[in-house]
């Protein structure tokens, strides 16, 4: 499933500490079968458990009410899987021109 409109709004608010991050995702879509290396899936499970979450993903993943609530891939800039872009002299363009909006 593509991602939720939820997540490209957090993805392109400047603000939100997922911002740009090329790997965003909730429980109401994102990776299950490509990370899965066991059952049940379960963070531990996947190739998540070499990431340990941060305090904000974990206030996220633990909290009943949020939509991040025990999603397994998630994470952010701080503690997930990184991606870099460099443009031709050198400077880190990865949090604001990875991911680009197309309308
Ligand atoms: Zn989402
Ligand atoms: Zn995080």
């Known amino acids: 499933m593509s991602t939720c409109e939820e997540c490209q709004a957090e993805l392109f608010d400047p603000s939100n500490h997922r911002y740009g991050y090329p790997f965003i995702t909730c429980a109401n879509y994102g990776v299950?079968?490509?990370i899965m290396n066991?059952?049940?899936?379960?963070?531990?499970?996947?190739?998540?458990?070499?990431f340990e979450m941060c305090?904000?993903?974990e206030k996220e993943y633990t909290d009943l009410l949020d939509r991040r609530y025990h999603a397994q891939p998630i994470g952010c800039w701080k503690c997930?899987?990184?991606?870099?872009?460099?443009?031709n002299v050198g400077q880190d363009l990865s949090r604001s021109k990875i991911i680009?909006?197309?309308?």
């Open 55 to 57: 305090s904000t993903c």
């Open 32 to 34: 299950r079968y490509s």
């Open 100 to 103: 680009a909006k197309y309308n």
């Open 80 to 87: 997930g899987p990184q991606l870099t872009l460099y443009d």
């Open 38 to 50: 066991d059952l049940p899936y379960e963070r531990k499970n996947t190739s998540m458990r070499f």
